[in-house]
């Protein structure tokens, strides 16, 4: 593939706001196989990194994706991007761009034509993530009970945590609402943790099913924050003025250097 076929391929997945370039650097690279300058919107591929035919091509492809993500990401914020890049907001983009371009059958999912990873994927998830989300949950159930027993003898169940049983708080409470909430084991200890976070039973049934579905954690965070911003129109004006300030910056910095070449 070359240049021009890949920010093809980029446009069919999804329509991007703003120009951007894409460039073959013509160079093997050991760090980063792509980079994405925002200023400039140039998404660079070192294409030297991958072997030619349908693997690497798919690669690549890969590669192009995220950056992309990147660029969409920068639309999004007005032109620019903060120091810090890889954000959860980054990463519900670019893994939706992946689901889009898997059902438009522009790229292959990497990891489906590994059999061997594909079978381990499979004890990870019924040995680890469920076994561990499943204690942790019964653990919630037990430490329920040494709640009621230590109310019962007069004493706070808070030093029984913390000197008893030698645990952080939070943990002990998340391990109960974990239990009260009735999780689901599937996703795992850590997403379990995130869902008992969520106050509303609507949203928070809403945010399981998508992670047992294969929904990416950071997808489902995005989609939970947007909602809130939707019920706050507070919120989301703030936020739609930090977009239009950042627009006005960046248009105004190349308004003034087309002045300067122009020599006005």
């Not at 952080?168 to 009260?180: D, G, Q």
């Not at 909602?227 to 308004?255: A, G, Q, S, Y």
Request: charged letters at 30%; proline letters at 3%.
């Amino acid at each position: 593939m070359n240049q021009d076929q890949i920010k093809e391929k980029l446009l069919a997945i999804e329509d991007a706001p703003m120009e951007f370039s894409l460039i073959f650097s013509g160079k093997k690279s050991s760090r980063v196989n792509g980079l994405y300058k925002p200023d400039s919107r140039e998404i660079i591929l070192h294409n030297r990194n991958f072997e030619s035919g349908a693997t690497g091509d798919n690669l690549l492809l890969y590669t192009a994706i995220h950056e992309y993500a990147h660029h969409l990401h920068a639309c999004s914020r007005g032109g620019t991007l903060s120091a810090r890049a890889h954000t959860s907001e980054f990463w519900a983009i670019f893994h939706a761009l992946l689901e889009k371009a898997e059902a438009k059958k522009i790229y292959r999912d990497v990891f489906s034509g590994s059999p061997e990873l594909t079978e381990l994927t499979g004890v990870i998830r019924k040995k680890y993530l469920h076994e561990n989300g499943s204690l942790v949950k019964e653990m919630g159930q037990y430490l329920l009970k040494a709640h009621d027993l230590c109310t019962a003898i007069g004493v706070r169940f808070e030093d029984y945590v913390d000197r008893v049983l030698c645990i952080p708080r939070t943990a002990a409470n998340m391990a109960i609402r974990m239990f009260e909430y009735d999780l689901n084991p599937e996703v795992g200890a850590d997403n379990m943790r995130f869902l008992a976070g969520i106050r509303d039973g609507d949203d928070r049934k809403a945010a399981e099913t998508a992670l047992v579905k294969g929904k990416s954690p950071d997808t489902v965070k995005m989609s939970v924050r947007g909602k809130t911003e939707e019920e706050n129109p507070v919120l989301r004006l703030e936020k739609e003025k930090m977009r239009l300030e950042r627009t006005i910056e960046t248009l105004t910095k190349r308004l003034d250097e087309v002045k300067k070449e122009l020599g006005v």
